[in-house]
């Protein structure tokens, strides 16, 4: 039992702090995000990617169908478990179709089915609210992290920093996005490609690293959000994947009780199993009371 005279004793409860209440919002909203992405691909008859086209025939009738069933399933919100496992293994099995590249390139799905593989919303408490071991949120956390900002990092070489003709293309159908030029400042477009690149670059590596997660969401929303006025909504369903990643480690980051979580890069200090709200007690080091 709780010692008399504790916090919230003159109430009769203590209430949840707001980054405590908020928490529950970390696996659902990513399982959205990720789940509006396959339906759009299988419509648009791409493979987790609009670069990489299925296969025509009945093959290629069956990964669209099997796209549009694992994204509403994890959509749904209930026991997507399997749906995000399924969805980790498409990015392995489409490495002999399409290439290993190809595939990095869009590990930051893979990221978010992983993550949700690790900690599903729980399906019998509201809003899929879920109070995981500090164990499983590391592991669910390091697979986000490594593999969002691996896709970054992997975009920032082969989009721009190795294959710059790639993104001087780009500049020559849209030359107001380089946006320094367009101020008035002498930096043509190779210098911005470059500029461009060494920032996703360095935001690919931040997000690895886990670190000051609320400032990382603030940097990324800039570029990520400049293109959405070129592309439109298909720019926005490729950017689901880094949204709902943002989402997850702006609310885990923010939580005092699991912030310490976040950027950890080992299981080093993490116990298998505890009985009583395991993430707040091993973030604090704080015993439950007998």
Not at 59 to 79: K, P, Q, R
Not at 131 to 141: E, F, G, K
Not at 247 to 275: D, F
Request: with cysteine.
């Amino acid at each position: 039992m709780a010692a008399a005279g504790g916090p919230g004793a003159a109430s009769g409860a203590a209430l949840p702090s707001p980054s405590r209440a908020a928490q529950p919002l970390g696996p659902a909203p990513a399982g959205g995000a990720c789940g509006r992405v396959a339906p759009a691909q299988a419509a648009s008859g791409s493979y987790l990617a609009p670069a990489l086209e299925l296969p025509h025939g009945i093959s290629g009738t069956f990964l669209a169908l099997l796209e549009g069933i694992t994204g509403v399933w994890l959509i749904s919100g209930y026991g997507i478990r399997p749906a995000a496992w399924l969805l980790v293994a498409a990015g392995p099995l489409g490495v002999p179709g399409y290439g290993i590249v190809p595939i990095l390139e869009r590990v930051d799905l893979l990221g978010i089915a992983l993550f949700l593989a690790l900690l599903p919303p729980d399906d019998h408490r509201p809003g899929g609210m879920v109070d995981p071991p500090a164990r499983t949120l590391t592991q669910a956390l390091i697979g986000l992290r490594v593999l969002v900002g691996g896709a970054l990092v992997m975009l920032a070489f082969t989009e721009k920093l190795a294959r710059p003709d790639l993104a001087l293309a780009f500049l020559e159908r849209y030359p107001a996005f380089n946006i320094l030029h367009t101020v008035g400042l002498d930096v043509g477009d190779i210098a911005f490609i470059r500029l461009a690149g060494g920032i996703e670059l360095l935001f690919g590596l931040l997000v690895i690293s886990g670190a000051l997660p609320q400032i990382a969401v603030i940097v990324a929303g800039i570029p990520f959000n400049a293109t959405l006025f070129y592309f439109g909504s298909s720019e926005l369903i490729g950017h689901l994947p880094v949204y709902g990643a943002m989402l997850a480690l702006l609310v885990y980051g923010s939580n005092p009780a699991t912030a310490p979580l976040v950027p950890k890069l080992t299981l080093e200090g993490t116990r298998r199993r505890r009985r009583q709200d395991p993430v707040a007690t091993a973030a604090t080091g704080s015993r439950s009371p007998e």
